[in-house]
């Protein structure tokens, strides 16, 4: 089973940068779709971002979008998540997932991925 692993979540005050980062160490990340996915507490887990297998397609949720830049380097298996100009909102446990040869020409349900990361802390506070 593809094993994924998520880090970079850190205590962050507003307007200041972050980097998480996907990486499974077994098995390739070539053919499968990243999707980054966040959840806060009474909330459902929503995907704010993805990035098809070979990174020609890219979908960002309108709160995210300008301000998130998703990306992939599959020579070494990792996928991650550039969060500039962050929000006390976007505080929550963020998810790497990932979807087969998965479309990222929109947004896709949690349901569409098959394999999870742990998942990783970011915390927006001053």
């Known amino acids: 089973q593809l094993q994924l692993v998520e880090s970079g979540g850190t205590l962050v005050q507003p307007g200041e940068s972050l980097r998480l980062s996907c990486k499974t160490s077994?098995?390739?990340?070539?053919?499968?779709?990243v999707g980054w996915f966040r959840q806060s507490p009474g909330r459902e887990r929503e995907e704010i971002s993805c990035?098809?297998?070979?990174?020609?397609?890219?979908h960002y949720i309108d709160s995210v979008k300008g301000r998130f830049t998703i990306s992939r380097d599959n020579a070494q298996n990792s996928a991650y998540l550039q969060m500039d100009g962050l929000k006390p909102e976007d505080t929550a446990v963020y998810y790497c997932a990932a979807d087969l040869f998965g479309d990222c020409s929109k947004a896709q349900e949690a349901t569409e991925y098959n394999y999870w990361g742990q998942g990783t802390q970011v915390t927006v506070s001053s």
């Open positions: 990035i098809s297998h070979d990174g020609e397609q890219r």
């Open positions: 077994q098995y390739t990340l070539e053919y499968y779709a």
